[in-house]
C-alpha cells in the first residue's frame, strides 16, 4: 500500500504559488540604473534642467529660424517649374491672404510680365506670386424678351385694319396645322383587316403547299446532280500559256499608258481646279452663314431643345369681329394669364416643354 496524497491546500503548497515578478522587476531596474549612472529619482532637479538665461536670440527667433530651414524635395519642387501643386495647399493659403496682399502680388506680376524673361513660364510653387482668382459662371441670356408685345390687331378695340391683319395670321396657323394632320403620313395600323380562313381551307394551303415543295425539291436535286458531274479540266499548250502573258503585258501598258495621260490631263487643268475649290469654299462659307442666321432667327421664335417635346406656341389671342365691343367694361374675361406666363418660360427655355394634361 502507498502512502495517502495529502491535499494541496494546506499551507505547505502555498510557497508553490507565491509570484516572484516584483521581485525580479526591482532587480532589473537596479542593475538598469546601476549601468547608467544612477537613478533619477535621486538626482536634484537642479542638476537635470537650467534656466536659460542668455539673451543672444530669443526664442521666437529661434523658432523662426527653425522654420525658414528648407528641405531638401521643397528645394527640388520649388527649382522644378513644370510641377502642378496641390489644389488644397493653395486654397487655404489664399483665403488668409488680405486685401493689400492681393493687390500687392498683382502689381508685382504686372512689373514681371511687362519686364519679361527668358520664357513665359513662372513658379507655381512660389507663394509670393500666389493669386487665386475665382470666375463665376454666366448664365446665358435668352434673346426672347420676358413680355412680348402683341400685335396691335389683338388689342381690345383695334383698327378694322390691323384686326383683319391678326385674325388672317390666326386663320393661316390654324388651317398650316390642318393640313399638317391631313397630309401627313398616315400612322402604323394597329389591326390589319382581313377574313378569318376556315379550319378546312387551313388543311388544303397546307397541302398544296407541301406537294409543291416537295416537286420543287425533285427538280433542284436532278439539276444538282447534272451540275455536280465532274467536268475534266482543259490542258493548256505552251502558245496559249504565253499568248495569255502577252495579253497580261499588253493590258498592263495600257492601264500604265491611259493613267498618264490622265495625269497629264489633270496637271493642265490645274487653274480649272483651283477656281472649283474656291467656289465650293465660297459655297460653303455661305451655307455655314446662313445656318447660323437660320438658328439665331429660330432661336428668337422658339427655344432651344430641352426634353422630348417639342416647345408649341399657345395660339394668338384674337377677339372675332362679334366679340369687338370697344369698351373694357363689356370685355369678356378669360383666365390666361398664368397660361401665358408659362408659355414665356417655355419658350425663354427656362422650362421642359411639358404634356398638356387635362383634369379628369
Given at each position: 500500500m502507498g502512502k495517502n496524497k495529502s491535499s494541496r491546500k494546506g499551507k505547505k503548497a502555498w510557497r508553490a504559488n507565491i509570484s516572484t515578478e516584483d521581485i525580479e522587476d526591482f532587480f532589473d531596474n537596479s542593475t538598469k540604473d546601476a549601468l547608467s549612472g544612477g537613478s533619477l529619482a535621486q538626482v536634484p532637479s537642479d542638476s537635470l534642467f537650467y534656466v536659460d538665461k542668455s539673451r543672444d536670440l530669443s526664442v521666437k527667433r529661434k523658432i523662426e529660424k527653425h522654420r525658414e530651414k528648407v528641405l531638401r524635395y521643397d528645394s527640388i519642387l520649388q527649382s522644378n517649374a513644370f510641377v502642378e501643386p496641390v489644389p488644397s495647399s493653395t486654397g487655404k493659403k489664399s483665403?488668409?491672404?488680405?486685401?493689400?496682399?492681393?493687390?500687392?502680388?498683382?502689381?508685382?506680376?504686372?512689373?514681371?510680365?511687362?519686364?519679361?524673361?527668358?520664357?513665359?513660364?513662372?513658379?507655381?510653387?512660389n507663394d509670393k506670386d500666389e493669386l487665386v482668382i475665382k470666375t463665376k459662371k454666366k448664365a446665358k441670356t435668352s434673346v426672347i424678351p420676358a413680355v412680348e408685345v402683341e400685335p396691335p390687331g389683338c388689342s381690345f378695340n383695334p383698327p378694322s385694319e390691323s384686326h383683319q391683319d391678326a385674325l388672317a395670321c390666326a386663320v393661316a396657323d390654324e388651317m398650316q396645322k390642318i393640313y399638317r394632320n391631313e397630309l401627313g403620313p398616315e400612322p402604323i395600323p394597329l389591326v390589319?383587316?382581313?377574313?378569318?380562313?376556315?379550319?378546312?381551307?387551313?388543311?388544303?394551303?397546307?397541302?398544296?403547299?407541301?406537294?409543291?415543295?416537295?416537286?420543287?425539291?425533285?427538280?433542284?436535286?436532278?439539276?444538282?446532280?447534272?451540275?455536280?458531274r465532274p467536268q475534266k479540266p482543259k490542258m493548256l499548250t505552251q502558245v496559249e500559256k504565253n499568248r495569255r502573258a502577252r495579253r497580261k503585258e499588253q493590258l498592263k501598258a495600257e492601264a500604265e499608258a491611259t493613267k498618264a495621260a490622265q495625269l497629264s490631263k489633270e496637271i493642265d487643268s490645274l487653274p480649272d481646279i483651283i477656281q472649283e475649290i474656291e467656289r465650293e469654299e465660297g459655297e460653303k462659307q455661305k451655307r455655314h452663314l446662313r445656318r447660323v442666321t437660320a438658328i439665331k432667327e429660330k432661336l428668337k421664335s422658339c427655344p432651344p431643345r430641352l426634353g422630348k417635346r417639342k416647345f408649341v406656341p399657345a395660339p394668338a389671342q384674337v377677339l372675332l369681329s362679334e366679340e369687338i365691343t370697344g369698351s373694357l367694361r363689356k370685355l369678356k374675361g378669360c383666365c390666361t394669364l398664368a397660361r401665358d406666363r408659362f408659355k414665356s418660360l417655355e419658350k425663354r427655355g427656362l422650362v421642359v416643354p411639358s404634356k398638356k394634361s387635362s383634369r379628369k
Open positions: 483665403k488668409k491672404k488680405s486685401k493689400l496682399q492681393i493687390a500687392k502680388d498683382t502689381a508685382q506680376q504686372g512689373q514681371k510680365d511687362s519686364s519679361g524673361g527668358d520664357s513665359g513660364m513662372v513658379d507655381i510653387w390589319v383587316p382581313g377574313e378569318v380562313v376556315n379550319e378546312e381551307d387551313m388543311y388544303f394551303l397546307e397541302a398544296d403547299s407541301g406537294s409543291d415543295t416537295e416537286n420543287e425539291n425533285l427538280v433542284e436535286d436532278g439539276k444538282t446532280d447534272l451540275d455536280k
